[in-house]
């Protein structure tokens, strides 16, 4: 047989010519340090900041320290398998989290991975766990009103929808209790809500869990746990990954309401993160851009323009504080990023005021103008009467004497601070806060006895509920208050009928 040589040639012009100069490397560095959640490598040099990178055992990690040398990496997930020696690989691509509907419902770690037993969670979505915050022109001034439920916020500190608030308070002051019950509140209103657990003890968050469930609340729920022995890097990513879920919804045109409990230990954990990185340490030993830890995820919540199709993001970061400090490094930093705090006292908290709100230092900056006009009405006499009660209280126990007006501004306020009171899980609907309000602030409950107001207040939604409808479905629906005639009239009725306990 004879070979050609034109066909020799021609056969190899056609490769020529199908020949791409393209060679695919993957960078791959090598590992020189590995401890405590972190991990240096070198030969990444061209590494992009927040890159997932892969080690030899398949572990993932995210490039933070770009240095001459070395990358500094963060673990994510055990570090027990890494060597040094080890190879680590880069994959192009930043750190993203599974989002979307396939969520609902479930509990996940912050890689998006369930851990409630339920199975594998079908979604092809993802989105990069840090995000660019909503601009100036993407947004709008918040108009709808985020109900909790819980009177003593609905009224003296309301909640818009796209609003950030914080919820300050010592340990065990009821700030768990209130994110669940707000989240409970949240059935049939159209929101999403997301609960991110930041190094809370799994055996708690299971309990949560099953309150949630017990109230049909995990069906629009989803729960996003980091638990305190998972390494600081989740604990760090937990709240970025439930802003990045909740972000999916929100430029759908939902509503979201997401909860980081709390901040304090996330922010413990990115200390700890950043002194193993060798990062130089701050005041409290935290590293330089903790203000921006917080800052650049709490302007993630937003309310969005309509063009954008008018999602929204509400945001409840917590903060533990230690007695009664607000004035310590990380709770002036949120206090000053937030629209507003919520104050949980403990003095209060432990006399049996619960929910523990300090209706002096808690405000609401922007909530206000999203309040339903009823309830504006109702309540805009409510934080004078709490602080001048607040006031004269201490006077009081001196006690004799006291002129008329001040006893009737002390019967006043013992009962607005007696109708602020609220067990656990019962959320009230805003027309029944705005029907008990609407009779403490005209005097209805003055003559009824403090210890009886619990039951008084049970009684009249009683009434309502069996009698006038039609008010309370007025208040729901137009939201403004209704012909005060009507209303005086059927809480005068009431009143004839109510029978205080026999004691
Ligand atoms: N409104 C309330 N009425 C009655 N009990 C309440 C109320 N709010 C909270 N509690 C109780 O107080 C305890 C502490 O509440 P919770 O766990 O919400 O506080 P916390 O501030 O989140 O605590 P931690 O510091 O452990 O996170 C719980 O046992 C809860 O049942
Ligand atoms: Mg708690």
């Excluded at 840090?130 to 918040?142: F, I, N, Y």
């Excluded at 805003?430 to 602030?441: M, N």
Aim: hydrophobic letters at 40%.
């Amino acid at each position: 047989m004879s070979i050609k040589a034109e066909e020799i040639s021609a056969l190899i012009k056609q490769q020529l010519a199908n020949y791409k100069d393209e060679l695919t490397v993957d960078e791959v560095g090598t590992v020189t340090y590995v401890g405590d959640g972190v991990a240096r490598a070198n030969g990444l040099d061209n590494a992009l900041s927040g890159e997932l990178l892969q080690f030899e055992d398949g572990t993932y990690g995210m490039a933070q320290n770009l240095e001459a040398n070395d990358v500094g990496i963060v673990v994510l997930g055990s570090f027990k398998g890494i060597r040094e020696g080890d190879t680590v690989k880069r994959t192009g691509r930043i750190m993203e989290v599974p989002v979307g509907d396939a969520l609902i419902g479930r509990v996940v770690n912050p890689l998006g991975q369930p851990i409630d037993g339920l199975g594998e969670i079908k979604t092809d979505k993802t989105r990069p766990v840090e995000h660019k915050a909503p601009g100036v022109m993407d947004r709008q001034s918040v108009t709808e009103p985020l109900q909790t439920g819980i009177k003593a916020i609905d009224a003296l500190v309301p909640i818009g929808r796209g609003q950030r608030e914080l919820v300050i308070g010592d340990r065990k002051t009821g700030k768990t209790s209130i994110a669940i019950d707000t989240i409970i509140n949240q059935k049939g209103q159209g929101m999403i809500c997301i609960y991110v657990a930041i190094g809370q003890k799994e055996s708690t968050v299971r309990t949560q869990v099953e309150t949630l469930r017990k109230y049909g609340a995990m069906d629009y729920t989803i729960v996003v746990s980091a638990g305190p022995s998972s390494p600081a890097p989740l604990l760090w990513l937990a709240p970025y990954a439930g802003a990045a879920m909740g972000e999916e919804f929100m430029f759908n045109g939902k509503h979201v309401l997401i909860v980081y409990d709390d901040l304090s230990k996330q922010a413990d954990a990115y200390r700890e993160l950043s002194l193993i990185l060798r990062r130089p340490p701050g005041r409290e030993a935290y590293p330089g851009d903790v203000f921006y830890l917080h800052s650049r995820l709490l302007e993630r919540a937003a309310k969005l323009s309509d063009e954008l199709g008018g999602g929204s993001m509400t945001a409840l970061p917590f903060i533990e504080t230690k007695a009664g400090d607000v004035s310590a490094y990380i709770p002036t930093n949120v206090i000053s990023i937030t629209d507003g705090q919520i104050f949980l006292d403990s003095d209060n908290f432990y006399s049996g005021v619960r929910p523990a709100i300090d209706a002096g230092t808690s405000v609401s900056r922007v909530g206000g103008d999203a309040q339903i006009k009823a309830m504006k009405k109702v309540a805009g006499t409510l934080r004078l009467d709490l602080s001048s009660y607040r006031e004269l209280e201490s006077f009081a126990q001196f006690g004799s004497d006291l002129d008329e007006a001040t006893q009737a501004k002390l019967n006043r306020g013992r009962r607005t601070v007696e109708v602020l009171k609220q067990p656990l899980h019962k959320p009230l609907p805003v027309e029944k806060q705005v029907v008990i309000l609407y009779a403490l602030t005209h005097g209805y409950l003055d003559s009824v006895a403090v210890d009886d107001i619990l039951a008084y207040q049970d009684s009249l939604f009683d009434f309502f509920d069996n009698n006038y409808k039609d008010l309370l479905d007025e208040i729901k629906t137009t939201g403004k208050l209704p012909d005060t005639e009507k209303l005086d009239a059927a809480i005068s009725e009431f009143a004839e009928t109510f029978q205080p306990s026999a004691e």
